[in-house]
């Protein structure tokens, strides 16, 4: 009777807090979909469709103190079927095969690789000797080598080239970032390359309302490097129109390096800045009319601005997934403010999670997600806190510099661990380098950005470039300066797969739960931080095209070639913690790697192929060519065909001899997996 009495008074202390929970419950059924080996039937959703409405309508009958418990439950099967509806209403053409010929598209996106090389996404896609129903509705093509004779590319242009294709290729490594899903939920049915010309086949047609506005952005793009050349007009343009095109690869790495890269994002940093920009000017301009004042809702209007300013900016931006997240966030908090609610609380954050989770449940996997809810929620807490025990943030002329501060420190520390998971980085100066640079957003940048649209139809814009562009230099010159420290950054070794769910369920207990049950999560938290350096690395790792190969050593990860699948080589080491170049890795390679005894050989190659007549027992053989006629002996061998069904390998040494993982045991038997295991080069 006693325990059943505390488990009562236990969820009675929860009443007014439960609906920070729903997100959480959409997120783990959420998780949940996409963690499984493999798809669920139609007749598996429909059962959990209608056991989700059982079970919610049982609610209503349950004791007062259980009814959440149910309500949990139909909420985590609810967000496994939303994530499922998604997953399947996105469904288009995947390329099943290794295709060069010619490709003719017209562009819809253009921004850069990782490579530095400019990048084209193409719809309406012709493909040759390739059927409509089995052509991808969208595909992205890098443009490579000399192309001085290309035309310039345009949105709505259509064009035409010769190039490789192939489909979305799976992780580098089992259990690693999947491609495959990003292209699936993108839309991207095949990727590749061209070191041809890229010819004009067709005039830019008129085309949607989101080609228009694609338009808009390239020409304002344009306007604003034609005032601002270099990366700061590079800069400008990717927090304006989100282009991020004439970024130099050298200013990426100095913002990486000190953790301002977040700034490049349009992100709820650059939405809420901008809303509160027009928000204040609003509400100031309005009041300066003592009538309207005093008769007119003023912060309402206000507000209804703010949201028109937030729309218009969201357009102009291109209207990624991470914008959008905080067009929602920014839409919840100023629609509190019309309602005569508090803007900034944990109930506000709670809804703009489940409006985001609802329409992009794929969302919660990516880094741009948990960044943003994780720095959102903590400030959110630590901010409202504050204002219940009463504590102030020292003398009013000294307030704004420990809010920022104590922003920063917040934002930066519960984001830490997601950036780190995520990018294998930690920067140990980045807070200097946000308290340094943050502040001109808000003060200069983001001010001088909305008079710039202000001032665009007289003519007048140049004026408040040049003062963005002012702001924009300090911060990529604080960007250099701190990324030439020595030490400014360090890696650390990819997490394992329950660490970061760890550590976002002990710190979502800690805000949410009521009662001394919640230092709980406390124990969640230390638990996720303690299982992080016990993750264990493989000891082998092989390309899912035999291209490469590495092989752990007491020294790090040793590489069996110095260049080429440079991707896959700088992943592996980054996931390892390495800070180690691609041609360091390989130096320590010879020809030959021993792993439990058994000899690693890696074929790069036809000719290495065609010298390799004789394998043995205790060989793990890897090569990058097909084998037609399996060398003589009995070892293990490695090639593209095999490897076409497997993906990525991982071997790892275990009591009983190796044991092996594969990229497709990993994500197993999905609706964005495709393993072609045809037409294998």
């Not at 959008?324 to 609380?345: H, P, S």
């Not at 493989?538 to 007491?554: E, H, K, R, Y």
């Not at 027992?617 to 593209?640: A, H």
């Amino acid at each position: 009777m006693g325990l059943r009495l505390g488990l009562v008074q236990m969820m009675q202390q929860q009443r007014g807090h439960l609906v920070g929970w729903v997100p959480v419950c959409l997120a783990i059924g959420i998780g949940s979909y996409f963690a499984l080996g493999a798809e669920p039937s139609n007749m598996q959703l429909l059962g959990a469709a209608a056991v989700a409405f059982c079970v919610g309508l049982a609610s209503r009958f349950m004791p007062e103190a259980a009814s959440p418990l149910i309500v949990a439950v139909a909420l985590v099967l609810i967000g496994f079927n939303v994530a499922a509806w998604r997953a399947h209403s996105v469904a288009a053409p995947v390329l099943g095969w290794r295709y060069y010929g010619p490709i003719d598209g017209r562009v819809v996106a253009i921004d850069r690789s990782q490579s530095d090389a400019l990048r084209l996404t193409l719809d309406r896609v012709v493909l040759a000797r390739v059927a409509p129903e089995h052509t991808p509705n969208k595909v992205r093509i890098s443009l490579h080598g000399d192309q001085s004779h290309s035309i310039a590319a345009a949105p709505g242009l259509r064009v035409m080239t010769t190039g490789h294709l192939s489909p979305p290729s799976g992780p580098v490594e089992p259990g690693g970032f999947d491609f495959q899903r990003y292209a699936w939920f993108a839309g991207l049915g095949a990727v590749g390359y061209t070191r041809n010309p890229v010819l004009g086949a067709a005039p830019a047609s008129a085309g949607h309302a989101g080609l228009a506005i694609f338009r808009l952005r390239m020409a304002a793009s344009a306007r604003i490097q034609s005032v601002l050349p270099g990366d700061v007009g590079g800069f400008a343009t990717a927090i304006t129109t989100g282009d991020r095109s004439a970024m130099s690869q050298a200013g990426l790495s100095n913002l990486r390096a000190s953790n301002l890269a977040h700034l490049l994002a349009i992100s709820g940093l650059h939405m809420g800045l901008l809303s509160a920009v027009v928000f204040g000017t609003l509400r100031t301009a309005l009041c300066l009319v003592p009538w309207v004042a005093l008769h007119w809702p003023t912060r309402s209007i206000a507000a209804i601005g703010a949201m028109g300013a937030a729309g218009v900016y969201l357009a102009l931006s291109g209207g990624n997934v991470a914008t959008e997240r905080a067009f929602i966030m920014v839409l919840v908090a100023l629609g509190a403010l019309v309602i005569g609610r508090r803007a900034l609380t944990l109930r506000a954050v709670a809804i703009a999670a489940i409006i985001v989770l609802t329409l992009r449940p794929e969302a919660l996997t990516g880094p741009g997600f948990q960044m943003s809810f994780a720095a959102t929620t903590a400030l959110v807490a630590v901010f409202g806190w504050l204002r219940n025990a009463g504590r102030t943030l020292g003398p009013g002329w000294l307030a704004p510099v420990t809010a920022t501060f104590l922003s920063s420190a917040v934002a930066g520390a519960f984001t830490a661990p997601v950036g780190a998971a995520h990018f294998n980085t930690i920067a140990h100066y980045g807070l200097v380098a946000n308290l340094l640079s943050v502040p001109l957003m808000g003060l200069m940048v983001m001010p001088a950005a909305v008079a710039a649209l202000g001032l665009a139809p007289l003519g007048l814009d140049h004026l408040a470039f040049w003062v963005m562009g002012m702001g924009l230099r300090w911060i990529l010159g604080v960007a250099e300066f701190i990324a030439q420290i020595d030490g400014s950054q360090s890696r650390v070794k990819a997490p394992g797969p329950w660490v970061l769910p760890l550590l976002a369920m002990g710190f979502l207990w800690l805000l949410l739960w009521q009662g001394k049950l919640r230092y709980a999560g406390l124990g969640m938290v230390v638990a996720g931080f303690f299982l992080w350096p016990e993750t264990e690395r493989p000891a082998l790792l092989i390309a899912d095209n035999g291209s490469i190969v590495g092989l752990m050593s007491p020294e790090g990860r040793v590489l069996s070639k110095p260049k080429g699948a440079r991707f896959i080589a700088l992943n592996w080491l980054e996931n390892d913690g390495d800070s180690s170049d691609q041609a360091q890795a390989a130096a320590g390679w010879s020809n030959r790697g021993l792993l439990a005894g058994k000899e690693i050989i890696h074929l790069s190659g036809r000719r290495a192929l065609a010298r390799f007549t004789a394998c043995h027992e205790g060989q793990i053989v890897v090569t990058s060519t097909v084998v037609e006629t399996p060398p003589t002996g009995d070892c293990d061998l490695f090639d593209p065909r095999r490897l076409g069904t497997t993906g990525a390998v991982a071997l790892f040494v275990e009591n009983d001899g190796i044991g092996m993982r594969t990229s497709r045991q990993m994500t197993g038997t999905r609706r964005w997996t495709n393993w072609p295991d045809a037409e294998v080069q």
